[in-house]
């Protein structure tokens, strides 16, 4: 009670204090509870955000030691090829719809503002640098978050509740060197790539759109795309913009390989903790890789 | 004489559980466990749902680790081994999990080769060899080629044996192997796990729920029961129990 008393003593003469006319009689007695809950509210915001910052460090440690292992790769070559395959081509097809109409969107929306200022000739060039620029690593980073960063958490949150990463565990087999040092080398290769497809049929789709919508000619359209894309003056004739972008959808890859591995090996409690893992995998990756853009363009760009 | 045969007692333990404490949040499982296991023993563990009986095991491998207490295996408390002393021990023992916990991507011959292409320099046709030897060992040659989600219960019983067998390990833990097996099958892993215990010079331990496995398998058992080893017996001496709680444990397949 004298506990109860010095914490919440000081509120309530406070409030007898400053009790001002207007205020209601009652005032003085909820102060106490309303301290109380502020406080447990408080406590309770400090206790996620230090879980947060735990996850944080749980992935930046996972990403340090894969990046150790890097060189136990050639002995995992089967399966750093398998999660190629299952990350690349059976994504593909979803890449490559999700990036068409993203490149329909994007000659759509800014063909018709183009169109007011007679400008609609250059709208292979906005397509082609929006799309190498952003839209290309961007959206190939959802769809990959949407689909091989969620099974990659459900894979390995399932060997977790299954025991099966106790069993590489009590078999010396370090879980890092074996499962996700594959994983996150596959990610980071096959992002770029997928990347570069999503450009290409961005662009073509671009070109649908200006030609039957906007009235512009496909030499006219591909001819301003293709200069867009060219770096007369460098050794290998790319502008920065297709560099810039492959170099943001290869880190992409790492983030959301990293997070959903993370979390899939933080799984614990049968199937809803591995429903909830292939959640915040999903969940985080999409954040962090939207925070990272930003930092990201900010240093190609700045 | 009396002292001798304490002194060879004491070298021959290779497993001592000494007080040994152990909460999951407010909820404590093993309350003050203490008993010890004979090299080249098979000791089993009984005791009613949620008493620890899978806990205990895991602390022997440096799965769990205590609160307090000292968990030795070979003289040494396995809390205080080094990364590498851990896995070092690890590589001597064989656990073989409920639901067999077998690797779900690798092909059976597969799962079985892992630890000797991970931790040895044997090559591949050795391991070959040793994986064909050690499915025969648990009579299914012919599984090698096979995914675990293309076999059924019991045979994947078999594999996560072979699994912990394919080191020739010193120590074998099984943690309810009969579980989720009908009563032909089991009776079958029971002989495998008996057979392998006579022909190989290992110690084990065995968590298990039921009496036929018991009655087959193991030398020793001991009964858990609020935390502790409230009971700790050779074989026949345990299916005859004196103790109220394990008479109403074993109900009618105590025997009289």
């Avoid at chain 1, 406080?39 to 735990?54: E, K, N, P």
């Avoid at chain 1, 009590?170 to 980071?188: A, E, Y």
């Avoid at chain 2, 006579?198 to 009655?215: K, M, N, P, S």
């Amino acid at each position: 009670m004298d506990l109860l008393s010095s914490v919440f003593g000081p509120f309530a003469a406070l409030a007898d204090s400053a009790h001002p006319e207007w205020a209601p009689g009652w005032l003085p007695d909820a102060l106490p509870l309303m301290a109380a809950a502020s406080a447990l509210y408080v406590a309770w915001q400090i206790d996620g955000f230090r879980q947060t910052l735990a996850s944080i460090g749980a992935r930046i440690d996972l990403a340090i030691a894969s990046a150790s292992r890097l060189h136990h790769l050639p002995r995992r070559l089967r399966w750093f090829l398998d999660q190629l395959f299952q990350a690349g081509v059976k994504n593909l097809h979803v890449v490559l719809l999700v990036g068409l109409f993203m490149g329909m969107i994007v000659a759509l929306q800014t063909g018709i503002e183009l169109a007011k200022f007679g400008q609609e000739d250059q709208i292979g060039t906005i397509v082609a640098a929006s799309m190498t620029r952003e839209m290309g690593p961007f959206i190939t980073a959802i769809v990959l978050a949407a689909t091989t960063g969620s099974a990659l958490a459900a894979e390995l949150g399932t060997m977790s509740v299954s025991d099966e990463l106790s069993a590489l565990e009590v078999m010396s087999i370090d879980r890092t060197s074996f499962l996700v040092v594959p994983r996150i080398s596959s990610l980071m290769v096959i992002a770029p790539v997928l990347t570069v497809l999503c450009d290409t049929i961005g662009i073509i789709g671009g070109g649908f759109v200006a030609t039957s919508q906007l009235g512009v000619g496909w030499p006219q359209y591909t001819s301003t795309a293709f200069d867009a894309l060219q770096d007369k003056g460098g050794l290998i004739p790319l502008p920065m913009d297709v560099y810039a972008g492959l170099l943001k959808s290869f880190v992409f890859g790492g983030i959301i390989a990293v997070i959903s591995c993370a979390s899939g090996l933080e799984a614990r409690g049968g199937a809803l903790g591995v429903g909830r893992a292939t959640s915040r995998a999903v969940r985080d990756s999409i954040i962090a890789v939207i925070v990272a853009n930003y930092f990201l363009t900010w240093f190609l760009y700045r | 004489m009396s002292t001798e045969t304490e002194n060879q007692g004491a070298d021959d333990v290779i497993i001592r559980f000494e007080d040994v404490h152990k909460s999951f949040g407010s909820h404590r499982i093993l309350n003050g466990l203490s008993f010890d296991v004979r090299r080249g023993g098979v000791l089993g563990i009984m005791g009613g749902s949620g008493t620890g009986k899978s806990v205990t095991l895991r602390h022997v491998i440096g799965l769990l680790t205590q609160d307090s207490g000292r968990v030795e295996v070979e003289g040494r408390n396995v809390a205080d081994l080094s990364p590498g002393e851990l896995q070092a021990l690890r590589k001597r023992m064989g656990f073989v999990f409920q639901e067999g916990a077998l690797i779900n991507w690798l092909t059976v011959a597969e799962n079985l080769a892992l630890p000797l292409a991970e931790n040895t320099s044997l090559s591949a046709s050795e391991i070959e060899d040793r994986v064909a030897e050690k499915l025969a060992q648990v009579h299914i040659p012919d599984a090698g080629g096979k995914l675990p989600s293309e076999i059924s219960g019991g045979m994947k019983k078999r594999v996560g044996l072979a699994r912990a067998l394919i080191t020739d390990p010193d120590i074998i833990l099984y943690d309810e192997p009969n579980a989720g097996l009908d009563p032909e099958i089991s009776r079958s892993i029971n002989e495998l796990m008996r057979e392998i215990a006579d022909t190989h010079d290992a110690t084990a331990l065995v968590v298990e729920h039921r009496i036929g496995c018991i009655e087959t398998v193991c030398d020793e058992v001991v009964f858990l029961h609020g935390g502790k080893a409230l009971v700790h017996q050779p074989t026949d001496e345990f299916l005859r129990p004196t103790h109220p709680r394990l008479v109403e444990f074993l109900g009618p397949e105590a025997r009289s």
